[in-house]
């Protein structure tokens, strides 16, 4: 019913930019906080980047200057505009978002995108 599918991953060597993109589908009321999260092999998730009330944003320490997270409300979208890559940036990233729908509120998950980073 609601959906969240990642797009933008690919290879790119160190240095360079990839854009992620997140379009949220379905039967949804609302869309609240949105974020990026990432997932490298043998480590836990962690938070990359979101939005949290309105405009307002937090960014990990190690993508600060870096990533920039954004969001277009109308198309239901976020985005990740990544910059200067690094190996250690290869992970899978996923898209969450809290979204409302005729039942309520629930958290929910894109399937990912790779991101790999190498020379």
């Known amino acids: 019913q609601v959906q969240l599918v990642e797009s933008g991953g690919g290879l790119v060597q160190p240095g360079g930019s990839l854009r992620l993109s997140c379009a949220a589908s379905g039967s949804i009321s609302s869309i609240g906080a949105m974020a990026w999260y990432r997932q490298a092999p043998e480590k836990q998730r962690e938070l990359v980047a979101r939005f949290t009330t309105g405009t307002f944003t937090n960014y990990a320490d190690f993508v600060k200057g870096r990533f920039t997270i954004a969001k277009d409300t109308a198309k239901n979208t976020v985005y990740l505009q990544m910059n200067t890559l690094k190996p250690e940036d290869t992970a899978v990233y996923y898209c969450?978002?809290?979204?409302?729908?005729?039942?309520?509120?629930?958290?929910?998950w894109g399937q990912g995108t790779q991101v790999t980073v190498s020379s």
């Open positions: 969450n978002a809290a979204i409302q729908t005729t039942t309520g509120w629930g958290s929910y």
